[in-house]
């Protein structure tokens, strides 16, 4: 595939037209036919071919300004040859000093990439000096200065950093880049690069990390991956489930580059699919990211509407399951130059994301942006030196504790090219605590994996936070749980008693994330399960407002089972005398049957009673032990 069309899958730069600089008319012989074959070298981005042409055709002709240019530019922005580039241009400015006006100019832009900031600060400066430069060159040179100038107390004051190579399993001599992780971070998700010239391709490929490190990387499979296009710049979601990718030149696509989805059922990935309008127009789309409830999608595109340049935009879902209209994230995060590889954290307050428009270290540096009390998205802030460099920091991912940061970069340890590194994060630039819930449903009789609906509510507003389902294969689920709130975790299947969990974050900042095994139970006569989110005040019996959520799914349970007849039962420890437990215990129950007649479930389908502390679960010996005995039961009477 082209390589133009691959860039596409990670960064936007401006490259100046080699076909542009033509020869001088003092160019004959060798010299100029060593000149035409480099050029035409440089059209099919045989760079290294087209290197070693325009060195012959300035050993024949010392003076060929033109083919000095021309390597200049060629090791520039092709082959980033940086110290070579400047040898180019120096020269061009001894033979002629005003013969090419942008010489300084890229000689401030060759320095900069080499980390001599004072040295490109000069340049730019003295291009900037020059008469009559166009609007936005000067434009663009002065935001270089301000960019040197940052650079320079940005690595006087270096961020704690100590990057580490993912190693073998997942780095090879080709580029890497892009990382994603699942939440409980079991496996890394990954663009590979292949090829040379304009048959680049890239493909994504899958490490599963191990107690010994990263496995031994594999392609994710032919589902997603093809033989004919580029499939690349991709965002596992934070369940593994669903993986949105960027394709270039498919037939069903509808421009240059558009958004992908595939999900994966059991251990094999679906074929997938174009996500489709309103997200993909005719011109591109690319490095999609989805937030951990699985509302927003967040890509990097070009639209009439937006700032310049690529910009980040977002899709809320619609009730109906569509994707709306993609709006802009905000002039605080896009610029009139390029932002691109944008990644919602799941705490979903904190966006990181790639950008040459903000004040940084010269060319695309990673940034930090957190959503303010007001939904907009606040000044963003560059991660520092040395995370980023000179070089093209292009995304980063954060683990959903926020300790550990993914990206990719060429340091001094890579196995060839750029390679996939991992860094803690520093504590000022993390984002909010995120846990996750995570677990194997099955049929309590037979073992057998259960595909179930599973709602995840916020306690105390009792609003629905996610949804999701486990896999139909093996049973199982994973969902990202951001700290801050308390959650109610329901399980429902067709013809089984839910399931419900109670899962405290309030107040966490750290912790271990919460696995369950859940085993539904057939709704028959006798079987009975606990209601974990039902609250009371202490020695109270008035039904808190967190409980609301998991009525609602008892309601629900009730009105899709009209045969249906339980008994609530209400239990209690053994603190206090065994009469007032019982008065307590059948004032909650009864509480509970209140609520539910009062949504309209038929009231001789439900009786309650209150049990005390006659039926324990747990000794009552011990704080814990009080803690479960004290419960809300629901029992099928009948059916």
Same mark, same amino acid.
């Given at each position: 595939m082209n390589k133009t069309l691959t860039l596409l899958l990670t960064i936007v730069l401006p490259f100046i037209g080699f076909s542009q600089i033509t020869t001088k008319e003092t160019a004959k012989g060798k010299a100029l036919e060593y000149f035409t074959h480099g050029d035409n070298d440089i059209a099919y981005q045989h760079f290294v071919a087209a290197d070693s042409f325009l060195h012959l055709a300035v050993k024949e002709k010392d003076n060929f300004i033109d083919a000095w240019i021309l390597i200049g530019q060629l090791n520039s922005q092709g082959m980033k040859n940086y110290p070579e580039a400047i040898r180019a241009f120096e020269k061009v400015k001894l033979l002629q000093a005003d013969y090419y006006g942008d010489v300084d100019y890229n000689l401030g832009l060759c320095h900069m990439n080499t980390g001599d900031y004072a040295k490109a600060k000069t340049h730019f400066i003295s291009y900037l000096a020059l008469p009559k430069i166009p609007a936005q060159s000067r434009m663009q040179a002065d935001k270089?200065?301000?960019?040197?100038?940052?650079?320079?107390? /940005?690595?006087?004051h270096p961020v704690d950093f100590k990057p580490i190579n993912l190693g073998p399993g997942v780095n090879t001599a080709a580029d890497e880049s892009m990382p994603s992780l699942t939440v409980d971070g079991k496996a890394i998700y990954f663009t590979r690069h292949f090829g040379d010239g304009m048959y680049q391709d890239e493909d994504i490929f899958v490490s599963l990390n191990t107690t010994a490190g990263f496995a031994q990387a594999s392609s994710i499979g032919a589902a997603i991956n093809t033989e004919q296009y580029i499939e690349g710049a991709q965002n596992i979601s934070p369940s593994g489930k669903y993986l949105l990718f960027t394709s270039v030149g498919r037939p069903d696509g509808t421009g240059s580059a558009d958004v992908y989805i595939s999900r994966k059922v059991g251990d094999l990935w679906e074929r997938s699919n174009n996500i489709g309008s309103p997200i993909n127009t005719p011109a591109y789309e690319t490095q999609p990211c989805i937030s951990a409830d699985g509302k927003d999608l967040y890509y990097a595109g070009i639209r009439a509407t937006g700032k310049g340049g690529t910009d980040i935009w977002v899709s809320h879902l619609n009730a109906d399951g569509t994707w709306g209209q993609p709006v802009t994230v905000g002039e605080n995060v896009n610029t009139m130059y390029d932002e691109m590889r944008p990644y919602i954290h799941p705490d979903g307050g904190t966006l990181? #994301?790639? *950008?040459? +428009?903000? /004040? +940084?270290m010269g060319n695309f540096d990673v940034y930090v942006s957190k959503r303010q009390q007001d939904g907009i998205w606040g000044a963003p802030v560059n991660l520092g030196y040395p995370i980023n460099t000179a070089g093209d920091e292009l995304g980063i991912f954060v683990t959903a504790d926020g300790s550990k940061a993914y990206y990719a970069s060429e340091q001094k340890d890579t196995y060839g090219q750029m390679d996939i590194y991992t860094f803690d994060m520093p504590a000022n630039l993390r984002p909010g605590f995120t846990s996750y819930v995570k677990g194997i449903v099955f049929d309590a009789d037979n073992r057998d994996p259960i595909a179930s609906y599973i709602q995840v509510y916020d306690l105390e507003t009792g609003k629905l936070f996610t949804t999701f389902s486990s896999d139909k294969i093996n049973g199982n689920f994973l969902s990202s749980l951001p700290a801050g709130k308390n959650y109610a975790v329901e399980v429902m299947k067709d013809g089984y008693l839910f399931? *419900?969990? =109670?899962? *405290? !974050?309030?107040?966490?900042t750290e912790g271990i994330p919460v696995e369950v095994n859940?085993? !539904?139970?057939?709704?028959?006569?006798? $079987? /009975?399960?606990? !209601?974990? =989110?039902? #609250? #009371?005040?202490?020695?109270?019996? @008035?039904?808190? =407002?967190?409980?609301?959520? $998991? !009525? @609602?799914?008892? /309601?629900?349970?009730? *009105?899709? =089972?009209p045969s249906l007849k339980i008994e609530i039962g209400g239990h209690t420890d053994n603190t206090g005398s065994e009469e007032s437990n019982r008065i307590l215990s059948e004032n909650r129950a009864k509480s509970v049957y209140d609520y539910l007649v009062k949504k309209q479930i038929d009231a001789t389908r439900i009786t309650y009673k209150g049990y005390a502390s006659s039926k324990p679960v747990a000794a009552n010996t011990t704080a814990e032990g009080k803690a479960k005995n004290r419960r809300t039961e629901l029992l099928v009477t009948g059916i």
């Open positions: 270089m200065v301000k960019d040197c100038n940052f650079a320079k107390d /940005a690595m006087a990181y #994301f790639s *950008s040459r +428009g903000h /004040a +940084g399931w *419900s969990h =109670n899962v *405290s !974050l309030k107040e966490v859940i085993p !539904l139970r057939r709704i028959k006569v006798g $079987e /009975a399960m606990v !209601l974990n =989110n039902i #609250f #009371f005040e202490s020695e109270k019996y @008035e039904l808190q =407002n967190e409980s609301n959520a $998991e !009525l @609602e799914v008892v /309601a629900k349970m009730m *009105s899709k =089972n």
